[in-house]
Structures are given as C-alpha cells and as structure tokens.
C-alpha cells in the first residue's frame, strides 16, 4: 500500500557528511509529519529529527547544529543532511511519516527499512 524507501547511508570518515533521502510511494493522500530515528547495536530506536507539514523542525540535542532536516511535498521526500559526522552517530537510521492513505481512509505511521550509517574514527 505504502512503501518508505531510504537511501544514502554508508561508511564515513570522522569529521565527514552524508545525505540521507527517504521517498514515500503508494496510495497517499497526504503526509504529515515526517522524521528520522536511529537505532545503534544494543540500543532503543530514538528520534533524530521531524519536520512537520508545514516545515516547522525539532533535532534531538546530540545532532542540533550538525544535522538538518528538509522535506519535498512535490515528491513525497524526506532528506536529512549530516555534517561533522562522529562515530557516535553510527546506527541504522530509519524514514518515518504519517500518512493519511485513500482506501481505506486512515492516518497511519509508516517505516522505511533502514539504511545503514557507519562512521570510522
């Protein structure tokens, strides 16, 4: 019905940047908020940053100043733009959005697969 499809991660240097997008597929009829989550080895998934419909933005304090988040409407997009990357941002990072869906008509969360970020020191 709807599909999240990241892509992006992979392996960096200590100090560098990657850019992950997030595109969103299916029987929508709109997306509301939009996020990325991660989740590292031994550890619970937490929120990295969200960006509401109307573009309005909240950054877990770990990445406030190096990570920005960014949104396409036209396209059903999430992007989430790392800078200074550190090996404590190593983790499978996860696209998240609500989406209200036609047929039937319901508002639900939906997760992407996942796209591995590993940064060396």
């Known amino acids: 019905q709807v599909q999240l499809v990241e892509s992006g991660g992979g392996l960096v240097q200590a100090g560098g940047s990657l850019r992950l997008s997030c595109a969103a597929s299916?029987?929508?009829?709109?997306?509301?908020?939009m996020g990325w989550y991660r989740q590292a080895p031994g550890k619970q998934r937490e929120l990295v940053a969200r960006?509401?419909?109307?573009?309005?933005?909240n950054y877990a304090d770990s990445v406030k100043g190096r990570f920005t988040i960014s949104r396409d409407n036209a396209r059903n997009a999430v992007y989430l733009r790392m800078n200074s990357l550190n090996p404590e941002d190593t983790a499978v990072y996860y696209c998240?959005?609500?989406?209200?869906?036609?047929?039937?008509?319901?508002?639900?969360?939906?997760w992407g697969q996942g796209t591995q970020v590993t940064v060396s020191s």
């Open positions: 299916g029987n929508i009829v709109s997306i509301n908020d």
């Open positions: 998240n959005a609500v989406i209200t869906t036609l047929q039937p008509w319901v508002v639900s969360a939906y």
């Open positions: 960006i509401t419909s109307d573009a309005s933005t």
